[in-house]
């Protein structure tokens, strides 16, 4: 599944299927800090919930069973891939035409407001911003619009044909894969696919030694924003509060200021058949961005009570130039 793919369609695989190999104690140790945690829940079909002691991090255990990711995720695109409510994927896709004119009408929590204006402080409306975990292509369309340049990284195959149609840089692959000779960036932002990796702090080490002077803006999901069926594995494998976002980004050799933000109410799991309506109905392109926006307008109105806390996290981070590569 690595490297470039100059295909125009992807061949579906075949759906994603469990199989567990539970490594006894190792799976106990938090993959943020390393310290030991404490059960909090079981997870049926895959394992248990378990509680750093330390950086408070909620974790999988296992964080993951082998499968390549890879074609997890392009299943998921491609509505090849159910599990976790993994369908959400490819019905990003189907209204994606509707949607990309005007990417505030997507999940727009404020955190974006907050992450770019820093971009713009830190790297100029100019700069290059490389999308990690780009998907189905929201924010790089957002960053264009605003002057920025854009480029996209992406694990799955059908993500990045996408967003190749429409113009943009994006590679198949992890950080590893991306190509020396390719813009290098000025900032990477990810936005809501830290709780997909197995391995979050190799990750973001990995990130800071390809790109040691790129500012990193990550926004992950809150501990208010569960849903029953999204957040649990293979979908949700990691849970972020202030302090373990802030505990991964020091780790990883960063200076962080991390901030929570509230939702508006509209993102509540109960108010997901409203988006099913829109899709049953099969609304054209413009019907599906007067739907939208008349959801953001009159909804959260309606729907003050389901307003939380700490509904989404934000890191802000620059490299530490005193700790030294690892």
């Known amino acids: 599944m690595r490297g470039r793919v100059d295909r125009d369609t992807p061949q579906v695989a075949t759906p994603h299927k469990l199989h567990l190999q539970h490594s006894g104690s190792a799976c106990d140790v938090c ?59 490819a019905e990003r896709l189907d209204e994606r035409d509707g949607v990309l004119k005007d990417p505030t009408l997507w999940f727009w929590t404020p955190a974006y407001g907050r992450a770019i204006r820093w971009l713009g402080e830190v790297a100029g409306r100019d700069g290059t911003v490389l999308d990690l ?28 044909v996408v967003n190749r149609r429409d113009g943009f840089k994006v590679w198949h692959g992890t950080v590893d894969d991306y190509p020396d000779d390719w813009p290098r960036p000025d900032a990477v932002v990810s936005f809501f696919v830290l709780h997909h990796f197995d391995q979050p702090l190799e990750t973001i080490r990995r990130v800071r030694r390809k790109w040691p002077d790129a500012r990193l803006a990550i926004a992950t999901y809150g501990p208010t924003n569960y849903d029953p069926v999204r957040t649990t594995p293979p979908r949700t494998l990691t849970r972020w509060n202030e302090k373990s976002l802030r505990a991964l980004l020091t780790r990883a050799g960063y200076f962080a200021e991390v901030v929570n933000f509230p939702s508006t109410g509209t993102e509540d799991w109960h108010l997901r058949p409203v988006g099913g309506i829109r899709r049953r109905i099969q609304l054209s392109a413009a019907g599906v961005r007067m739907s939208k926006r008349m959801e953001n307008r009159i909804l959260p109105l309606l729907v003050r009570p389901l307003r939380k806390p700490d509904f989404v996290v934000l890191g802000l981070a620059t490299s530490n130039p005193r700790m030294s590569m690892p």
């Open 133 to 160: 975990g780009c998907g189905p292509g929201y924010v790089l369309r957002a960053l264009k619009n605003l002057g920025f340049t854009p480029v996209g990284l992406d694990v799955a195959e059908r993500a990045v």
């Open 31 to 89: 993959p943020v800090c390393g310290g030991q945690s404490v059960l909090t829940g079981g997870i049926a079909g895959w394992g248990d919930w378990r509680s750093c002691e330390d950086c408070t991090l909620m974790f999988a255990s296992p964080i993951w069973n082998g499968t390549n990711q890879a074609e997890l995720f392009n299943n998921a695109y491609l509505g090849a891939e159910s599990v976790a409510g993994m369908r959400d994927f």
